[in-house]
């Protein structure tokens, strides 16, 4: 809790003197815990992700924009709140527009738990095609339950 305190702090004073933040750098020093899906590191994300969101984000950006959104997308597993998973869905379709790779394009399926298949199949068609280019294999056994679950 002192760490988070420090870290707002620090951010409130920066925003004083810089509107910018090199998520690289910031992660060096300040490494949040994205990957894990236990209710105090997902919540302590989302608070620091969601400080650092008013600031232009100059290097990692693409970083940035997955994090962002995964940390909803553990929020809306936590929790179930479809607010949740629309924010993640959001800032994954910010990291699509501007990076164009195959992950975001992956999270993008996301939309057949709206109820959206036509979206969620249109992203999984782009993300075999960007996989391809990109050389990384396809894991068809995911590609076919997003299928499955829209085609039914």
């Known amino acids: ?3 988070l305190g420090l870290f707002c702090l620090l951010i409130f004073v920066a925003s004083n003197v810089i509107s910018q933040v090199d998520y690289n750098e910031f992660k060096k020093k300040f490494p949040l815990t994205c990957t894990k899906f236990d209710d105090e590191s997902v919540l302590e994300s989302q608070r620091v992700l969601d400080s ?37 869905i959001e800032y994954y379709e910010k990291g699509y527009k501007e990076f164009n790779t195959s992950g975001f394009a992956w999270s993008l399926t996301l939309y057949e738990k709206l109820g959206e298949c036509e979206k969620a199949l249109k992203y999984l068609d782009i993300y075999l095609e960007l996989r391809k280019k990109e050389g990384i294999e396809i894991d068809y056994e995911q590609v076919y339950y997003v299928q499955r679950n829209c085609c039914n």
Do not use: P
Request: without cysteine.
């Open 1 to 3: 809790m002192f760490r």
């Open 52 to 88: 650092l969101n008013q600031y232009e984000i100059t290097g990692g950006r693409e970083l940035f924009l997955n994090n962002y959104a995964t940390t909803y997308y553990f929020r809306y597993g936590k929790w179930g709140s479809i607010e949740d998973l629309k924010m993640a």
